[in-house]
């Protein structure tokens, strides 16, 4: 039996491979989420930094370029949100991906409208409510994510079979993938796929800032860290401009010095337009086993075959 | 061929399956160091919390009652280290694991010493280093640990990867490892060997409080913090001596405060002698996991069974 046949993941999203290119702001556009689908995994666009005309553009652009199943990230943190998905529902996507916000917002909509629904969870406690609230599958976040993260800091190692055991819905990893090894310890702890986002940012095809990539592949040099606990979490490479948020921190800042120093746009200002000194650069910290910058389809057929040897590796342990 | 052949942690540890019983302070004397020698993995007294007399008594009752390897883990940030591994070697300690500062500072005497030695790491830097300075095999542990923590944050499913690359000597997984299917992760990403060490705390041979143990069964309704990240950062279970640390961190009090806060015993007084109120109780984020006080033998067994079952499991993914 194959992967695509005896895998629950692949069965409810009709991918050949249980791996799904996570949706994120300013970098996976139409570009990556096609070249991802064309691979075979999930390709997957991140509605949470495009106004409504510009998701408009990516997905019509998206669904254009390939036949295979694409999905639509949506966190359910910004305004438009429920626009976000009513304009994603009109073009067809039929996948949806939400986060940092409640289960029972729009799983039930979604569900009556016929879409798969999966939901973003940092703890087993919410896995459980999204398992109540009618969603196909959950995605276990770690605190080794990029971006928006958990208060509860749970890594992936921990929090993987705390969520296989909470729900009976396939279980998905993220935090800390970023090859076929690592997708095999997921599946020893429990879950039936993996969502890569930090390792898709670091491809031809993702549309961050040549600059961004380029410090991405230097990570380990900088380090990343979980910080603005005051905020939302949000894991930072460690830039110049995480070290004025870190500043703020050590000395006990309010959040209210904390969201001024934030503005407006850093996000864009350094994932989209390459501002090393003054940008928010989301990133995870397995940043630090990025080395290279592949077409997705050369990437993905890599995690391939180095999940297929690290199985066969443990195979030999007796 | 069995793992206790093809290992190399086996192999240098003369053990039959690659497990370490982390040396921790306060909970692991010689009845914890016995029951996992005679289980078949490495037995650890842990050093730490000892004064010379008390660990002498701990060795000598312990080499009294396994033929076994048995070892002793000396951190190097307390007074009389010199004097506690002069000791341990004069009663016939041959297996050394050191942490907590250079691994330069002993291993080269110990090697002398005829003595093998491991290493705790936590990052691929402090690795090599080790490797450079002759140490037999590193353990790589992650921001999921229990006690005393590195800086850098890292969590064993990035940690591991990168201690493996640095080196070519064996590596030992730690941090958020309590069954043997997390060991089976822990081999998909490169380990050798794992050390547990929340797992033996709630065991009927560890020496920690009835309380402790009971919190410990609790863990998922607390929750663990890294914290002190001003002293030496030092991973609590959320009891109410925890949010009083906290307390002072959030208003960014300094690193003189925590000290005056933190006093003298308070490990002691958590771990050893039971005080929920104002105890220090230093415990891994897997303790959420953790929902028995099983005997030793039994726990070992078990992991051995778990493990083969999910080198099993992942053996049957194509």
Same mark, same amino acid.
């Given at each position: ?6 895998? &629950? ?10 791996? @799904? ?12 989420? %096609? ?16 106004? !409504? ?18 999905? %639509? ?11 976000? #998905?009513?304009?994603?529902? &009109?073009?067809?996507?039929? #996948? ?10 729009? =799983?039930?909509? *979604? ?9 973003? $969870? ?32 749970? =890594?992936? !190692?921990?929090? @993987?079979?705390? $969520?296989?055991?909470?729900?009976? @819905? ?18 020893? *702890? ?7 986002? =930090? ?26 860290? !979980? ?30 010095? !904390?969201?001024? *120093? ?23 910290? $397995? ?16 995690? &391939?075959?180095?999940? &297929? ?7 030999? @342990?007796?």
């Amino acid at each position: 039996m194959t992967l695509a046949t005896s895998n &629950r993941v692949c069965a409810l999203l009709q991918i050949e491979f249980p791996l @799904i290119q996570a949706g994120m702001v300013w970098v996976s556009g139409h570009k990556l989420a %096609v070249a991802a689908a064309n691979s075979g995994i999930l390709g997957v666009i991140g509605a949470g930094s495009m106004r !409504l005309e510009l998701l408009e553009a990516h997905i019509q652009k998206a669904l254009a370029q390939t036949s295979r199943p694409l999905a %639509v990230n949506v966190p359910l943190l910004y305004r438009h949100t429920e626009e976000q #998905i009513q304009l994603a529902l &009109r073009l067809g996507i039929r #996948i949806f991906i939400t986060s940092a916000g409640s289960p029972r917002t729009y =799983t039930t909509f *979604l569900k009556k409208e016929g879409c798969t629904v999966l939901h973003v $969870v940092s703890s087993p406690l919410l896995a459980k409510k999204c398992e109540d609230a009618g969603v196909d599958a959950v995605i276990a976040e770690g605190f080794e994510a990029g971006g928006h993260n958990g208060r509860e800091e749970l =890594t992936s !190692l921990v929090l @993987i079979p705390q $969520v296989r055991e909470a729900v009976q @819905i396939p279980v998905l990893a993220a935090g800390g993938f970023s090859t076929g090894a690592s997708m095999a310890a997921a599946f020893a *702890l429990g879950a039936e796929g993996v969502q890569m986002g =930090t390792r898709f940012v670091a491809t031809q095809e993702s549309s961050a800032h040549p600059n961004f990539k380029a410090a991405v592949l230097e990570a380990s040099r900088y380090g990343t860290k !979980l910080c603005m606990k005051k905020l939302v979490p949000v894991r930072l490479l460690c830039n110049p401009f995480y070290e004025k948020v870190h500043a703020i921190e050590e000395r006990g800042g309010s959040a209210e010095e !904390l969201t001024a *120093l934030l503005g407006k746009g850093r996000a864009k200002e350094g994932m989209l337009e390459g501002n090393w000194e003054e940008g928010e650069l989301e990133i995870g910290q $397995v940043a630090a086993l990025v080395r290279d910058l592949p077409f997705t389809a050369d990437l993905v057929l890599r995690i &391939r075959q180095e999940f &297929r040897a690290a199985c066969q590796a443990i195979k030999e @342990i007796d």
